[in-house]
């Protein structure tokens, strides 16, 4: 039993920054930051957590399905940047929707999340009636340190996803996928570390738990989206049957526009393939691929019967391919 | 490798790469100030010069002109 994608839907804080506006609490121009990331702007939320986001999508997913929130199996959820470490996003967002029926949980890799989430959903898909929501959604803004003009320019929030569902034709809708880790290089980009000290015991009145802001070792990452992602979309590609040239639309994480246009270059094909959203969003991490899905189908980009590679990369760190007909 | 043999190469890579005269590309150049290059440029720069001198590059902070990225290969292909 293959997934297909019944529909998508996304949601993004009301709340815009523009690169003006940085530049009045960092010593940055908007000149610099789109010259050097593509970036014009970015949503950044102002009272709405994950769960909120996520809730706002998965709404929007139901009714344009017309699903009931009673009909729905699962409920998976990739963020780096969830409202609690317990309970889940998921389980928020399926207690908010009444999804009685559904288990719910979050996936946490970076920004692969919603390539994981994907894979993890189809699993569950085993009959037409089985309904699966698969989102991807981040508050960035929560672990950035706004102080640090290198990082808080990248990022930005926001939530999208789809609603899959079971389709008896064989292979319908999913050509490959393929699944990366690189352990060994988990230092080189991180969020939110939660240290062990002597003070964690008989602490009392502790109220929080430190963590640290977002950071990244740049040239190795970068090494490693130049080089060792475009390698792995073209050996997903062709394990799943396909040339490069098969393939409609590279939907791959909006980290940064050159970065981008370089894995086209790589990867020998046209920038066209590669559309791209990161001007008015920045990096959502998990919320970045679906996010763009969202947006190519909506202004009809994507089409029924389209091969779309989907090729999330970063923290872990990961590679997360999925190869599928729209 | 000569010195010189990797001054030349590397002042080819960063012409290119920077979009800027090979004469630009002088020694004394600090490659952010002087040829405008971001740190996305220096990583696809020594990418480049990884992949045509065949060597790991894995270079720090004190990297700011030209000629260090010389002495920096030159030391590196030394070992």
Redesign the interface.
Known sequence: MAYRIMTTASAVPHKIVTNDDLAKILETSNDWIESRTGIIERHIAVDENTSDLCYRVAEKLLAQANVAPEQIKAIIIATMTPDYYTPATAAIVQGKLGATHAFAFDISAACSGFTYALSVARGYIQLPTDYVLVIGGEVTSKVLDWSDRSSAVLFGDGAAGVLLQGTPEKADGWYGEQLLTIGRQSEQLTSGYTPVTQANFGQVGQTHIQSTFFQMAGQAIYQFSTRQVPRAIEAAVLAAGLSLDQVDHFLVHQANARLITKMASQLNQPLTKFPMNLQHYGNTSAASIPLLLAEQVASGKIKRGDCCVLCGFGGGLTIGIQIIQY | MTKAEILKKVQAVIAEQLDVEEKQVVPTANIREDLDA???D???V??QLEDDLEVKL??DESIVTVQNVVDYIDQTMAK
């Open positions: 971001d740190s996305l220096i990583f696809e020594m990418n894995d270079p």
